[in-house]
T-cell receptor, first 111, second 113 residues
Framework: QKEVEQNSGPLSVPEGAIASLNCTYS??????FFWYRQYSGKSPELIMF????GDKEDGRFTAQLNKASQYVSLLIRDSQPSDSATYLC???????????FGKGTSLLVTP | ETGVTQSPTHLIKTRGQQVTLRCSSQ?????VSWYQQALGQGPQFIFQ???????GRGNFPPRFSGLQFPNYSSELNVNALELDDSALYLC????????????FGEGSRLTVL
């Protein structure tokens, strides 16, 4: 079973702080990594994807990938109350098309 | 707004009934994937269709079936509904056999009583 693990949270951070969300995966053949944001009752919304080791920045978001340690993280700088949501980590292996999702981490940004 | 539309948005069925969910893919996309998201869980891959053929399937029983039409829209059919089928059903389309980013529609929330 190819696992994607996330801490369910809730992770609580004050407004303006950096939120750090982590994800580990078991399949060493994984090649593509995605972060989705999901508001309650809504569908997942793609925030970022990363394919190569290192950091990838997009506005307030930074994705970090370490294939040797099999983890991927998402940093949210200057967190806003509107960032309060569940963040889903998804992984795709080299051998398939399906995304394998973690259960998500609930983030709460307090004013 | 991803351009992927799903219908119906909400529906209620009873055990043993059958349901059909529909998805219109984003313009230019020829690949459609379906996912099931139970409450408190991440989405689980059901299957994928590429150019009207199923080309990948997750760990779901045969009573979950699908179709893709020449215009690349798709249907998900579930027969003999069970209580555990209650979930948000998500459709995603892409233009490259699903190897790139997936953009989801708003989902169809199914409740089985």
């Amino acid at each position: 079973q190819k696992e994607v693990e996330q801490n369910s949270g809730p992770l609580s951070v004050p407004e303006g702080a950096i939120a750090s969300l982590n994800c580990t995966y078991s399949d060493r053949g994984s090649q593509s990594f995605f972060w989705y944001r999901q508001y309650s009752g809504k569908s997942p919304e793609l925030i970022m994807f990363i394919y190569s080791n290192g950091d990838k920045e997009d506005g307030r978001f930074t994705a970090q990938l370490n294939k040797a340690s099999q983890y991927v993280s998402l940093l949210i700088r200057d967190s806003q109350p509107s960032d309060s949501a569940t963040y889903l980590c998804a992984v795709r292996s080299n051998s398939g098309y399906a995304l394998n999702f973690g259960k998500g981490t609930s983030l709460l940004v307090t004013p | 707004e991803t351009g992927v539309t799903q219908s119906p948005t909400h529906l209620i069925k009873t055990r043993g009934q059958q349901v059909t969910l529909r998805c219109s893919s984003q313009s230019g996309h020829n690949t459609v994937s379906w996912y099931q998201q139970a409450l408190g869980q991440g989405p689980q891959f059901i299957f994928q269709y590429y150019r009207e053929e199923e080309n990948g399937r997750g760990n779901f029983p045969p009573r979950f079936s699908g179709l893709q039409f020449p215009n690349y829209s798709s249907e998900l059919n579930v027969n003999a509904l069970e209580l555990d089928d209650s979930a948000l059903y998500l459709c995603a389309s892409s233009s490259d056999l699903g190897i790139g980013e997936l953009f989801f529609g708003e989902g169809s929330r199914l409740t089985v009583l």
